[in-house]
């Protein structure tokens, strides 16, 4: 692997950009750009960021909204110099960028094709070749002729994914493309990417969906406040992304929760912890364990559901439901734990939801939820594995 | 193909592109927007014939057809004008370009000016030909030296279209400013008016105009048949070529943090 050439190199990276509120501030600074100074009042939005990427290699840039991904990305295509450091290219670059990939609103989509050849660089007898191909990928119809304006966003990346990828760029840089468009597309584009790696493409992708980073992406690299918080395996970088989500959401939860429960004396779920913690396999042991704070020294009910990501739930069950109340551990706090012997859920993301309820099981006061990931590898559909057999099938 | 090889084919292809696009979404997308571009400086040239000879009864021509003397002069203006005015604004255009590819940003003025000037010297050449069709005494062998001036021409204003272009991307006022001093200077360069009737005081004043001096060494050949360059000419064409050198230093200056600012 190491044998391969470097196709992209950043070292020391940074980005700042000039704030400026007046019109005098705007005069300020093209005087202050005019001299070769920068500008006076700035924005960090990138520091020291180093990284390397070899032919066919995969990078997943994750971090959270304001984090500096968009920018990374765009210095990494040309489209905005750094103010520090180095980046060094080889090969053609081929960007989507938000949504357009640079395509001219005004322009048909027929037109665009044209344009986005022209700046890769491609002879008109070049792009002629690949223009069906492209208008075959974008599955666009009678919309091709249509100037770009009147797209949807969905038809946008359609065209735009359908036009860095027929251009066989060295490197393919993509910024949460996969959000947008339908699912059938997301998945057309997927397996195009898939095929693009096998091939020996490098692929930069930009993502909120940890899924599509995991599944693509040899290495992430997550940027928190324009630096680089951590780099490496992709597995361990999400992993620890996902972590770091969970402790946000958690400590904002948390300290609420006792203080509120305190002084509005109300029954609340005060710990809850997922062993293992994010991820599972399917059909594993999963075990939910927290606390529950009682404001009157009574035994609350304690309800324990699971929910897919959308909402839809799945399964619940409660304390008094089994009879099994929760262990008392202190004067005002409870302990329950709930074994899932062999996890019947099917690969996707879940929540896992802990309720307090009062002693009586009637009242519901409080939820905490944590998010988990069932992994494995199966083509049944639905959520759940339901116990099954096949009559009269042949040995 | 090496880098620099394949950016120059790039860049080429850009340029052809845009300048395509310029050409017919301006000027070829609707019949009218062509007419436009040939009938704005027809009707002007017909105010002025208007207002100066029958209104103001003005003379002086040195015996030379009024017509005659404010077309030559008048259409190299308003093509430099429209020029200008597009070029200064055509970032704008393409801020979505900007903010997501890497290309050269002067492309974009290039392409501008350059589609504005064609055009316009193509009505110019439409123009002299009617005029000398209907009688008037145009000299048609001195497009040999009006077309190096419009060549020089061109270098100026593409330079001064890039200054404009960079500081209109910060400084949205540049726009609004360019059109009354168009205006004013139009007024102050001798177009509608031969630099004889200016009074001596004033006369070296309006004289060290550059564009002027255009407009005298265009009568000269078109109307008078001199043909032979100029020593101004080698100062004109130096003069031209550094204001695109200093426009062009302005542009690449300003030109990276358009991605932040355009749009």
Same mark, same amino acid.
């Given at each position: 692997?190491?044998?391969?050439?470097?196709?992209?190199?950043?070292?020391?990276v #940074?980005?700042?950009?000039?704030?400026?509120?007046s019109? =005098?501030?705007?005069?300020?600074l093209?005087?202050? %750009?005019?001299?070769?100074?920068?500008?006076?009042?700035?924005?960090?939005a %990138?520091?020291s960021?180093s990284?390397?990427?070899?032919? =066919?290699?995969?990078?997943?840039?994750i971090?959270e909204n304001g984090?500096?991904?968009?920018?990374?990305?765009?210095?990494?295509?040309?489209?905005?110099?750094?103010?520090?450091?180095?980046?060094?290219?080889?090969?053609?670059? &081929?960007?989507l960028l938000?949504?357009?990939?640079?395509?001219?609103?005004e322009? $048909?989509?027929?037109?665009?094709?044209? +344009?986005?050849?022209a700046?890769?660089g491609?002879?008109p007898?070049?792009?002629?070749?690949?223009?069906d191909e492209?208008?075959?990928?974008?599955?666009?119809?009678?919309?091709?002729?249509?100037?770009?304006?009147?797209?949807?966003?969905?038809?946008?990346?359609?065209?735009?994914?359908?036009?860095?990828?027929? +251009?066989?760029?060295?490197?393919?840089? $993509?910024?949460?493309v996969?959000?947008?468009?339908d699912?059938?597309?997301?998945?057309k584009?997927?397996?195009?990417?898939?095929?693009?790696?096998?091939?020996? #493409?490098?692929?930069l992708?930009?993502?909120?969906?940890?899924?599509?980073v995991?599944?693509l992406?040899r290495?992430?690299?997550?940027?928190?406040?324009g630096?680089?918080?951590?780099?490496?395996?992709?597995s361990d970088?999400?992993?620890?992304?996902?972590?770091?989500?969970e402790?946000?959401s958690?400590?904002?939860?948390?300290?609420?929760?006792?203080?509120?429960?305190?002084?509005a004396g109300?029954?609340?779920?005060?710990?809850?912890a %997922?062993?293992?913690?994010?991820?599972?396999a399917?059909?594993?042991a999963? $075990?939910?364990?927290?606390?529950?704070?009682t404001?009157?020294?009574? $035994?609350?009910?304690v309800?324990v559901?699971?929910?897919?990501?959308?909402?839809?739930?799945?399964? =619940?069950?409660?304390?008094?439901?089994? #009879?099994?109340?929760?262990?008392?551990?202190?004067?005002?706090?409870?302990?329950?734990?709930?074994?899932?012997?062999?996890?019947?859920?099917?690969?996707?993301?879940?929540?896992?939801r802990?309720?307090a309820?009062?002693?009586?099981g009637v009242?519901?006061?409080?939820h905490?939820?944590?998010?988990i990931?069932?992994?494995g590898?199966?083509?049944? %559909?639905?959520?759940?594995r339901l116990?099954?057999r096949w009559? &009269?099938?042949?040995? | 193909?090496d880098?620099a090889?394949?950016? @120059?084919?790039?860049?080429?292809?850009l340029?052809?592109?845009?300048f395509r696009r310029?050409?017919?979404?301006?000027?070829?997308?609707?019949?009218?927007?062509?007419?436009?571009? !040939?009938?704005?400086?027809l009707a002007l040239?017909?105010?002025?014939?208007?207002?100066?000879?029958?209104v103001?009864?003005?003379t002086?021509?040195?015996g030379?057809?009024?017509?005659?003397?404010?077309?030559v002069?008048?259409w190299?203006?308003?093509?430099?004008?429209e020029?200008?005015q597009?070029?200064?604004?055509?970032l *704008? @255009?393409?801020?979505g370009?900007?903010?997501?590819?890497?290309?050269p940003?002067?492309?974009? /003025?290039?392409?501008?000016v350059a589609?504005?000037?064609?055009?316009?010297?193509?009505?110019y050449?439409?123009?002299?030909?009617?005029?000398?069709l209907?009688?008037?005494?145009?000299?048609?062998?001195g497009?040999?030296?009006?077309?190096?001036?419009?060549c020089?021409?061109?270098?100026?204003?593409?330079?001064?279209?890039?200054?404009?272009?960079?500081?209109?991307v910060?400084?949205?006022?540049?726009?609004?400013?360019?059109?009354?001093?168009?205006?004013?200077?139009?007024? !102050?360069?001798?177009?509608?008016y031969?630099?004889?009737?200016?009074?001596?005081?004033?006369?070296?004043?309006?004289?060290?105009n550059?564009?002027?001096?255009?407009?005298?060494r265009?009568r000269?050949?078109?109307?008078d *048949?001199?043909l032979?360059l100029?020593? *101004?000419?080698?100062v004109?064409?130096?003069?031209?070529?550094?204001?695109?050198?200093?426009?062009?230093? /302005?542009?690449?200056?300003?030109?990276?943090?358009?991605e932040?600012?355009?749009?």
């Amino acid at each position: 692997m190491s044998a391969e050439p470097v196709l992209l190199r950043l070292a020391g990276v #940074g980005k700042d950009y000039a704030k400026v509120e007046s019109r =005098g501030g705007r005069l300020r600074l093209v005087y202050d %750009l005019l001299r070769g100074h920068g500008a006076q009042h700035v924005f960090r939005a %990138l520091d020291s960021v180093s990284l390397e990427m070899r032919r =066919g290699e995969s990078l997943g840039v994750i971090g959270e909204n304001g984090a500096g991904k968009s920018t990374l990305l765009k210095i990494i295509a040309g489209v905005v110099k750094p103010t520090r450091g180095e980046v060094e290219r080889h090969g053609r670059v &081929g960007a989507l960028l938000e949504l357009g990939s640079g395509f001219h609103p005004e322009y $048909t989509g027929l037109a665009n094709i044209d +344009l986005a050849a022209a700046l890769l660089g491609l002879a008109p007898s070049e792009i002629a070749a690949k223009r069906d191909e492209i208008v075959a990928f974008a599955d666009l119809g009678d919309h091709i002729d249509d100037p770009i304006k009147n797209y949807s966003s969905g038809m946008v990346v359609r065209l735009g994914f359908a036009v860095a990828t027929a +251009l066989a760029p060295d490197i393919l840089i $993509t910024d949460e493309v996969l959000a947008v468009g339908d699912e059938s597309f997301q998945k057309k584009c997927i397996a195009w990417m898939e095929e693009f790696l096998a091939g020996g #493409g490098t692929l930069l992708l930009c993502s909120h969906g940890m899924y599509h980073v995991q599944k693509l992406c040899r290495h992430a690299l997550w940027l928190k406040d324009g630096r680089v918080e951590r780099y490496g395996a992709a597995s361990d970088v999400t992993q620890a992304y996902l972590a770091y989500h969970e402790e946000k959401s958690a400590s904002a939860k948390a300290p609420a929760t006792p203080a509120a429960a305190a002084t509005a004396g109300i029954y609340a779920i005060t710990s809850l912890a %997922l062993d293992p913690p994010e991820r599972i396999a399917q059909g594993a042991a999963l $075990t939910v364990r927290g606390d529950v704070y009682t404001p009157d020294g009574r $035994t609350p009910v304690v309800l324990v559901g699971v929910v897919r990501a959308d909402g839809t739930p799945v399964y =619940g069950v409660a304390t008094d439901m089994d #009879g099994q109340p929760p262990v008392r551990v202190a004067s005002d706090r409870f302990a329950f734990e709930l074994v899932l012997p062999a996890l019947a859920l099917l690969p996707g993301k879940y929540f896992v939801r802990a309720h307090a309820l009062d002693p009586e099981g009637v009242r519901l006061f409080d939820h905490v939820e944590r998010e988990i990931i069932v992994t494995g590898h199966t083509r049944e %559909l639905g959520i759940v594995r339901l116990a099954h057999r096949w009559n &009269g099938a042949e040995e | 193909m090496d880098v620099a090889a394949r950016a @120059g084919v790039r860049n080429r292809a850009l340029f052809a592109n845009f300048f395509r696009r310029e050409l017919t979404t301006r000027y070829l997308g609707s019949i009218s927007g062509l007419a436009w571009a !040939l009938v704005h400086p027809l009707a002007l040239l017909a105010v002025y014939h208007f207002v100066f000879t029958q209104v103001f009864r003005t003379t002086g021509f040195a015996g030379q057809s009024f017509l005659a003397f404010v077309a030559v002069a008048l259409w190299p203006w308003l093509a430099a004008q429209e020029a200008l005015q597009r070029g200064t604004v055509s970032l *704008g @255009g393409y801020a979505g370009l900007i903010r997501k590819v890497a290309f050269p940003h002067e492309i974009v /003025v290039y392409a501008s000016v350059a589609a504005t000037l064609v055009l316009q010297f193509a009505g110019y050449l439409a123009v002299l030909a009617v005029l000398r069709l209907s009688g008037e005494p145009i000299r048609l062998e001195g497009l040999i030296v009006a077309i190096p001036l419009w060549c020089v021409l061109a270098v100026a204003v593409a330079g001064l279209a890039l200054l404009l272009s960079a500081l209109q991307v910060f400084v949205r006022d540049v726009e609004h400013v360019l059109m009354p001093v168009l205006m004013i200077l139009m007024y !102050l360069t001798p177009i509608l008016y031969p630099l004889t009737l200016v009074p001596d005081n004033l006369r070296s004043l309006v004289a060290a105009n550059p564009f002027g001096w255009l407009v005298g060494r265009l009568r000269d050949a078109l109307l008078d *048949g001199h043909l032979a360059l100029q020593p *101004g000419d080698a100062v004109a064409a130096l003069i031209a070529a550094a204001i695109f050198a200093a426009g062009l230093t /302005v542009f690449r200056r300003l030109s990276p943090h358009f991605e932040d600012f355009v749009g």
